[in-house]
């Protein structure tokens, strides 16, 4: 039996419209698609370059994550170049450890680009003076990149006074006792030990409306010392979520409170609930290198 011409029309138009639902859900991105952690590296003094990958191997295999590493070409001492920076137009959050780089400007427009979106960022220990230029250049404005993106103290020295107390000291590290339920700190020990040197950025750092996290207390320091935070939350400038820590030392890597604490950060920062089950010590044995 022949369909009549009006139904068989309308026949024809539910398929299609199935038919084009079907291929939207096929190619529309997912919600089970897997988050892109970008690593910007390139210290002098850290390692970062050799702890940061991984940490990035730890989330591809255990977390269900893609990670991309960046590098300083051709090694970490290398000031004005890290290849590969187009690429944090497809990242859902950027983690950096820097110290007093130069990058070129096109360089810095792929960072710039990325910081306007309102993504999340994250900062390790130098990120806090990321970028050296000299008074005057056309991208000076960066040297304060540590206040505009990671609510912490511009730069070294200068009016914010940052510094810290000497090399020969270490750090006792306890959470924060109003933060206690805080999900980034979920599994983290309540007290450790670390070997990074207390950073001070008080009293006008983390910026106004960050949340505290741990606090850190300078053992054997070189000068007077006073409690600092080491770690913080908050929004930046450009309204993005922002996980930073003044601690970083390579051997502050190998502690299993402080891999926590970054693996619970990565996962607050994509917006993701932090893991119920901890998967387990990274094995991170990185050397400490002194600066050049």
Known sequence: MMLKPRLFLILCAVICCISITAF????????????????????????????????????EKNYGMRTIVLKAYPDHNAEKDIPGLEVLKDADLVVFYLRWRQLPKEQLAHIEAYLKTG???????????????????????????????LNAPPGWGGKAAHTHYGHNSSTDVSVIAAQANNPILTGVSPNFHVRSWLYRVLPDYPTKGSTWLLMGKSVNPDKEAIENPVAWTGTNSFGGKVFMTTMGHPDDFKLEPFQHLIINAIHWELGQKVPKTWKGKIDINVPYREAK
């Open 24 to 59: 939207a859900s096929e190619t529309k991105p997912g919600k089970d698609k897997k988050p892109l952690v970008v690593f910007v590296t390139g210290d002098h003094e850290y390692s970062g370059e050799a702890t940061l990958p991984l940490v990035a191997a730890e989330l």
């Open 119 to 149: 993504k999340p960022v994250m900062g390790f220990r130098t990120t806090t003076h990321a970028f050296n230029y000299p008074k005057g250049d056309e991208n000076e404005k960066w040297n304060a990149f540590g206040e505009f993106a």
